[in-house]
Nanobody, 129 residues
Framework: QVQLVESGGGLVQAGGSLRLSCAAS?????????MGWFRQAPGKEREFVAA????????YYKDSVKGRFTISRDNAKNTVYLQMNSLKPEDTAVYYC?????????????????????WGQGTQVTVSS
């Protein structure tokens, strides 16, 4: 199995920055796995935020976070990051890290929850105005 643990959430003022981390463990974890970040605001559906391929060479973003958020990974540490800059109140949500469980190749596959088998417990991000 794969275990994912998120950290780095907190309360920040609009315009501020946060860096989320997701540490993966377990003997079945592979660097072939895509890694993604999803978020869920109160009363809303969980939505895709960002994803990165196993090699780290391809990244994908929700349109509203492009230019503000950056996803990256350090495979030597089995860790994925989400650098969030210029935060807005609408970014407030619980952020979840996810791992695909297999390699992904089609661009559309990276944003679909159905392609992620492992999930972290989430970390709260609150942006005040």
């Amino acid at each position: 199995q794969v275990q994912l643990v998120e950290s780095g959430g907190g309360l920040v003022q609009a315009g501020g920055s946060l860096r989320l981390s997701c540490a993966a463990s377990g003997r079945t974890f592979s660097t072939y796995y895509a890694m993604g970040w999803f978020r869920q605001a109160p009363g809303k559906e969980r939505e895709f935020v960002a994803a990165i391929s196993g090699s780290g060479t391809s990244t994908y973003y929700k349109d509203s976070v492009k230019g503000r958020f950056t996803i990256s990974r350090d495979n030597a540490k089995n860790t994925v990051y989400l650098q969030m800059n210029s935060l807005k109140p609408e970014d407030t949500a619980v952020y979840y890290c996810a791992a695909s469980g297999r390699g992904l190749y089609y661009s559309s596959s990276f944003s679909s929850e159905a392609n992620y088998n492992y999930w972290g417990q989430g970390t709260q991000v609150t942006v005040s105005s």
